[in-house]
């Protein structure tokens, strides 16, 4: 039977394409790059990777990757187009054409960037958008997979997982986390004692320079090589892909989630955990979550210990019945599985989900989140944690997560890549705050939660410089606005120490002019902004 609104939908359909089609083209901003794209891409093709703000797709394409509703509000900036480029050589001729034209151009993989520096900005720009480009080949013979910076670790994960049951990769528990700004921050997960971090396994990469040219390894040379495993990729260029190599897992590994409160000896927990989890068997991986709650009504802390071993839970209970003890950890707490299985039991997925869960590029909607970050070099004595329980509960809501380093990580020198954490750490804190309520006021309440605790922890932490991890992004720990080498020095000693120096030789040598910018990257020597 003839559909009798189907002539009104054609003739909707044929309106708003005109509609938009009319208002593209009295866009110049978007005539422009158009016409540049368009002397070495087809017109049909560059027409169908630019999104202006009169496209109707605008809005959606614009949130479907902000994780931080922070900057999902009306009065964030927003970027003047989204280039969503199908190849590589689209985004070649996104780079040469946006500084032909003059705008700034943001990079975003997974939208994970903590302050929304992939997204946002305070002068007109556009945003490269990269969730196309996320091709995942893996290659058994060699053990090595090829991996599309906008791809998820999510994606990456089943793959190798389809194409092994005993191969696995050293990157985040968080599975929409983008592959691009993931490697090029560094990179961490629950086989960090084992394995290291996610840059100790990159032997390959395909970038695209300020000049627009695609470079491998061998093209780039060893330093840009170098600075783009850990130093922030988007300093210094587009990230299209990274070679990696695979590493080794079991066929049977084991997890384990306890929780304590302040009356079931949790503070002597969290002493000894200060100095056994870095120490341990690299085999296992133990995280301390820290949370106020309440209980009858009560004020209190609490602590919950989550774990991998890469074994089974015979061996586990044996190694904490006698390294831990206090955690009195038997097997009916272990849970025997597969790699793939702890993967999801990480993200939060029930055991037994089926692994294409990982597909999800969309698991949650983005609610308001602050993170901060530092460094444990000295265990804090009990004490100090005594204190702490009561500065937690005074403040109400903000969380915080001790991820233990150690095994692997005290064996790479802290200048073989950018990420300078290595020996002497103990363990890493992530400062955690989330919030439901829109608004100024609601933000300044809940960050201000955050860096009191932090500025709590002072006399606890790393010093000269107070270190933090890059990954982590951080506005408080310094941001430049004429990219000049001394503001850059702020945050870029504490996000890499000593490595800062190399970073800024391989920016000057690279980038002297500073296409690839935000508020803390890598400056040249001498900036010309």
């Known amino acids: 039977m003839p559909n009798p609104m189907r002539p009104y939908l054609l003739l909707s359909l044929v309106f708003f394409f005109n509609l938009y089609h009319s208002m593209a083209v ?34 959606s394409v614009l949130r479907a990757y902000i994780r931080n509703a922070r900057f999902n509000t009306s009065s964030t900036p927003k970027p003047l187009i989204i280039i969503t480029p199908l190849d590589e050589s689209h985004v070649s001729a996104a780079v040469i054409c946006s ?71 050293p990157a985040g528990v968080c599975p929409t986390v983008g592959v691009g700004g993931h490697l090029s921050g560094a990179g961490y997960g629950t086989l960090i004692r084992k394995y290291g971090l996610s840059v100790d396994h990159v032997v390959d990469a395909k970038l695209v320079d300020v000049k627009g040219k695609i470079l491998d390894r061998k093209a780039m040379g060893e330093d840009l090589f170098w600075a783009i495993r850990g130093g922030g990729a988007a300093s210094f260029g587009v990230v299209l892909s990274y070679k990696i190599k695979l590493v080794p897992v079991p066929e049977t590994v084991t997890v384990f989630r306890i929780e304590r409160l302040l009356t079931e000896n949790a503070t002597d927990i969290t002493f000894k955990w200060q100095t056994i989890a870095p120490t341990t068997d690299e085999n296992l991986f133990m995280r301390m979550l820290l949370q106020p709650v309440t209980r ?43 790699w793939i299985d702890s993967v999801l039991w990480w993200a939060n997925f029930d055991l037994g989900t089926p692994p294409t869960a990982l597909l999800d590029r969309d698991l949650n909607d983005a609610g308001f989140l602050k993170r901060k970050s530092d460094y444990v070099q000295t265990p804090i004595p009990k004490s100090g944690l005594e204190s702490l329980w009561q500065k937690m ?25 950018p990420f300078p954490h290595r020996a002497g750490n103990l363990y890493k804190i992530q400062y955690s705050v989330n919030w439901d309520e829109p608004g100024n006021e609601a933000d300044k309440n809940f960050t201000t939660q955050a860096k009191l605790l932090h500025d709590f922890m ?28 001394e503001e850059g020095k702020v945050y870029g000693e504490s996000y890499f120490n000593g490595n800062y120096e190399r970073l800024v030789d391989v920016k000057t040598a690279v980038d002297p002019n500073n296409f690839f910018r935000n508020e803390q990257s890598i400056p040249p020597r001498s900036s010309k902004i």
């Not at 599309?148 to 191969?167: C, D, F, M, P």
């Open 458 to 485: 002072t006399p606890f932490v790393s010093k000269n410089p107070r270190s933090a991890y890059f990954n982590y992004r951080d506005i408080d720990v310094g941001s430049t606005k004429k990219w000049s080498y």
């Open 296 to 338: 009858n009504k009560k004020k209190t802390a609490r602590i919950t210990v989550i774990a991998l071993y890469l074994g089974d839970s015979d061996s586990l209970v044996s190694l904490l019945q006698k390294d831990f003890p206090e955690l009195s950890i038997g097997k009916s707490n272990c849970n025997e599985t597969t």
């Open 99 to 169: 500084r032909k034209l003059g705008f700034q151009l943001k990079i975003r993989s997974g939208g994970h960037d903590y302050e929304g520096l992939s997204y946002v900005f305070d002068k007109p720009f556009f945003v490269l958008d990269m969730f196309n480009l996320r091709s995942i080949t893996v290659n058994m013979a060699d053990e090595t997979a090829w991996v599309g910076a906008g791809a998820t670790l999510g994606e990456l994960y089943y793959n190798i997982w389809k194409n092994s049951k005993v191969h696995g990769f």
């Open 26 to 59: 009295s866009d110049p901003t978007h005539q422009a790059l158009l016409q540049c794209l368009t002397q070495s891409i087809p017109t049909d093709t560059a027409s169908s990777i630019i999104v202006s703000k009169s496209n109707p797709s605008y809005t």
């Open 393 to 417: 509960i005074e403040l109400g809501k903000v969380g915080m997560v001790f991820n233990a380093y150690g095994g692997r990580m005290d064996q790479i020198k802290p200048d073989e890549t």
